[in-house]
C-alpha cells in the first residue's frame, strides 16, 4: 500500500463509515473481485505473501488492467491458447475499446501488470509471445510507466 501512496495521491486508510472500501481477506489463491463496484476484495491465500503479487493485486483494486489484455495487444503480442490452463482462458481476454484506460501508452512488457510468457502454461510452452521474439519476465515492482500511470491517478 506504502508503494502506491508513494507515487500517487491514492491513501489506503482503515474502514469507517466509507460505503466503498476494500477488503482484504485470505481464501485461498491470489484474486481480485469487484471492478468498478462500490466494494471490493482481495484474496491473499497462503502462496499470496510475495511483495509482487500482493501490490498487483492492489493495483487491479484502483482499475489497473492486465498489459496482455489490452484492445491493442496484437500489435505487440500473440496469446498461444493452446498452451494455457483451460481454467485460466479468462485472464487472456482481450478488452473492448473503451474498457482499457491506457491506450495513450505503449504495451509495458516492464509492468508489473503483464504475465510472463510462460503463465498459466499446461505444457511448458510460451502463452505469450512477443511479436519482436523477446521473452516476457516475471515482474515483481512497478515499472517506470506503473508509476507515470499512478501519478495521473
Known sequence: MEEIES???IRFEPRRRQKCFLTLTKRDGCWFEGYGECRTRISLGMD???FGTILHELLHAIGFEHEQNRPDRSKYIIINWRNI?????EQFK???????DWMDFYIDFES????DSY???RNDKITIQRKDGKEIEDNEELSLWDIEKLKLL
Open 119 to 121: 503463465a498459466f502454461s
Open 7 to 9: 507515487h500517487s495521491r
Open 85 to 89: 490452463e483451460e481454467e485460466n482462458k
Open 94 to 100: 482481450k478488452l473492448r475499446p473503451g474498457k482499457y
Open 48 to 50: 499470496c505473501t510475495e
Open 112 to 115: 508489473i501488470m503483464m504475465y
